[in-house]
């Protein structure tokens, strides 16, 4: 019983020290690159045009148990604010449990490179669009029937 409690205990910790880390590496990457913006690149959602690949991984918590999750995906922006999933596979514990496939969703982008990603009943994301809009880096923020948390970057393919 014992053996089982502490191996919980350390669980948490190392998960709660993750998150420390996930957060502290999101901030200072989040002021070198939103320099980029003050540098003269000014967003918007029309700068978001063509097929990236987008990963992404974190934990879903399901009946207060994290569980890892993983997703990789090709999501097609629109330049309009519109997205489709050229294909994608949602995989949580090991388990596929969702083929992404077709999935909809909006998404904002505000004149300092900053925005957001809602996925039509699935969760919602906050991004920051790199210089170009070769690559955003996207961290989740609201779950959909399972909360949860994780990160990711979605990187242009070219000529797509």
């Avoid at 790199?130 to 990160?151: D, E, H, K, N, S």
């Amino acid at each position: 019983m014992k053996t089982k409690l502490v191996k919980s205990i350390t669980s948490y910790l190392l998960f709660a020290c993750a998150l420390v880390s996930l957060v502290a590496a999101m901030t200072l990457g989040t002021s070198a690159t939103a320099g980029a913006a003050a540098d003269g690149q000014v967003c918007s959602v029309h700068m978001l045009r063509g097929l990236y690949l987008w990963t992404f991984d974190g934990y879903a918590n399901l009946g207060g148990n994290l569980v890892p999750k993983a997703v990789m995906q090709g999501t097609r922006f629109n330049g309009d604010g519109t997205t489709i999933n050229a294909f994608g596979t949602v995989n949580i514990g090991g388990t596929i449990i969702i083929d992404a496939t077709g999935g909809v969703g909006t998404y904002t982008v505000a004149a300092d490179c900053t925005g957001t990603l809602s996925i039509t009943d699935g969760p919602s994301f906050n991004m920051y669009v790199g210089p170009g809009a070769q690559t955003l880096w996207i961290t989740q923020i609201v779950g959909a029937g399972a909360t949860g948390l994780g990160v990711g970057t979605a990187t242009r393919l070219p000529g797509r």
